[in-house]
């Protein structure tokens, strides 16, 4: 079944897009899943798993994956490719500690790969701060495919 | 710790990934996507990966962050970007390695710059990155 593509225009229009942002306070069962799921031992002192960098920006902000994907007019949730995840670290991230979440798009093109099938790359930017201090920022980058997969 | 150039970090192993750690994943994430909890989902995508759910990119990571840890401590890993050239499948055997590429002691503390990924025995790299770790 072929998928309608939407314009790149439309794409391209995205970046600068503002999440409403927000905070978002690990909880130590959280942490404890999360670490168990990584498949080691808690961390001491109440340091959260370097993991949550990836949904606590995302929820913190003020949205969701599925938010993410229909953005960018993703075809289906199985059409969604990784390029990178980039996380830089400033403090460790601690339970019970709120923190004040923002998030926009940085980038959003459409291009081709190797193999002529297009897709839409779209970058989204989350920073942490504690306290106005930058903790942390996570730099996740997807590939919409366009009738691909 | 004395680290130089070129050495290897003592490599981390996830001897099986795990379906169900994936389901708890995928409901901690909010993450809708089946081809995190659905096998049948997964077979019917053209990529011949057959009746096995696919690991979430962030624990593929994390096994990199685990090894990072064990090597130089809780809390050490500065920054790490990774791509996923191919995907971990649940019931894989997986192991992060890793070698230090750069030592910079410009900013008062001592900073390993390091190759890092996540291989397995017959598809090779599977995740492949870098990463910056205190030491």
Request: with cysteine.
């Amino acid at each position: 079944m072929s998928h309608p593509i939407p314009p790149a225009e439309q794409i391209a229009a995205l970046v600068g897009h503002r999440f409403p942002g927000g905070q978002y306070c690990i909880e130590h069962w959280e942490n404890v899943l999360l670490t168990g799921c990584t498949g080691t031992e808690l961390l001491p002192d109440g340091m959260v798993h370097p993991v949550a960098l990836f949904h606590v920006p995302i929820l913190g902000s003020g949205t969701s994956i599925a938010e993410m994907f229909a953005l960018g007019q993703a075809e289906s949730d199985l059409s969604i490719l990784i390029e990178s995840y980039d996380w830089e670290m400033f403090a460790p991230l601690q339970e019970q500690i709120c923190y004040d979440i923002s998030a926009a798009i940085t980038a959003a093109d459409r291009r081709s790969n190797d193999a002529g099938n297009l897709y839409d790359r779209i970058q989204f930017c989350f920073e942490m701060h504690s306290q106005g201090e930058l903790c942390a920022r996570s730099t996740i980058t997807w590939h919409y495919t366009r009738n691909t997969l | 710790m004395s680290v130089q150039v070129g050495d290897a970090i003592p490599p981390w192993t996830m001897a099986s990934v795990s379906a169900e750690r994936m389901r708890t994943m995928a409901a901690l994430l909010r993450d809708p996507n089946p081809l995190h909890w659905d096998r049948d989902a997964v077979a019917a995508l053209p990529l011949g990966l057959g009746r096995r759910t696919i690991n979430q990119g962030p624990l593929g990571l994390a096994y990199i962050i685990n090894m990072l840890h064990s090597w130089s401590g809780a809390g050490s890993v500065r920054r790490i970007k990774m791509q996923f050239p191919q995907v971990v499948l649940d019931d894989d055997c997986v192991i992060a390695k890793g070698i230090v590429r750069h030592i910079d002691d410009s900013s008062g503390t001592l900073l390993a710059e390091c190759d890092v990924w996540l291989e397995h025995a017959k598809r090779g790299k599977l995740l492949l990155g870098s990463a910056t770790v205190a030491l």
